[in-house]
């Protein structure tokens, strides 16, 4: 189905483990994006992408690597996960910037 | 930095209320501004947006003006339904690759 799709959308793990989450878009957008919601934050940018092997930082980027190399996936990697990176994980993309940003359904990760 | 805030809430509401969520931004230069809107258990979705000073975005029944001289872009639906139960989120961006959000407005509406 065309969209954009995460995965996992729930995981367990412990602390110091390294966790990816996956997302992949049909649409071929240029920009995709990752944000982070928490309780009284709204949505934060953690990294964001231009296009194929270009990303940037967004607001809150430590702790998190993410890589692009095709444009329908960009992948974010928890190094070694910490109890405040508990939170919900959304991936958006968009065909153009400032533009519609098209969210997938989160990924919901907790940190023991 | 590009930056909005919004009334936190909740707002609990009786069907066929009158609806406003206030938006307060700060920005340089000219950002379009959004309305997102997200039902339980799913992703964010556009509701709808303004790209210049004296726009309305309008959708659904919903409307938001983008009133530059006070940097305001305040939804506003005049008779909500049970349906319309959601977290409402304002956002803006810039020429940037980034759209900045507030922190979300959760609105319940009783029958």
């Known amino acids: 189905d065309a969209g954009i799709t995460q995965s996992p959308r729930y995981k367990i793990t412990e602390t110091g483990r390294q966790v990816t989450l996956m997302c992949h878009q049909t649409?071929?957008?240029?920009?995709m994006f990752w944000y982070r919601q928490d309780l009284g934050h709204g949505l934060r940018l953690i990294y964001y992408s231009a296009a194929a092997d270009i990303t940037d930082k967004g607001e809150v980027p430590d702790g998190y690597v993410v890589s692009r190399s095709k444009t329908e996936n960009f992948p974010l990697t928890l190094e070694s996960a910490t109890r405040s990176q508990t939170s919900v994980y959304f991936c958006?993309?968009?065909?153009?910037?400032?533009?519609?940003?098209?969210f997938g359904e989160g990924s919901r990760l907790t940190v023991l | 930095g590009n930056s909005v805030t919004q009334m936190e809430g909740p707002v609990t509401l009786s069907e066929e209320a009158f609806l406003t969520i206030n938006c307060t931004y700060t920005?340089?230069?000219?950002?379009?501004l959004f309305w997102y809107v997200q039902y339980p258990g799913e992703g964010l979705q556009l509701l709808l947006k303004?790209?210049?000073?004296?726009d309305k975005g309008s959708n659904k029944g919903f409307e938001a003006t983008y009133r530059k001289e006070t940097t305001t872009f305040h939804l506003e639906k005049g008779s909500v339904q049970v349906s319309d139960s959601a977290v409402y989120f304002c956002a803006l961006s810039s020429s940037k690759n980034d759209m900045r959000f507030g922190a979300g407005t959760r609105l319940t509406v009783k029958p």
């Open positions: 920005a340089t230069g000219y950002p379009s």
């Open positions: 303004a790209t210049k000073a004296d």
């Open positions: 958006a993309s968009s065909a153009s910037v400032p533009g519609e940003l098209f």
């Open positions: 649409w071929s957008h240029s920009y």
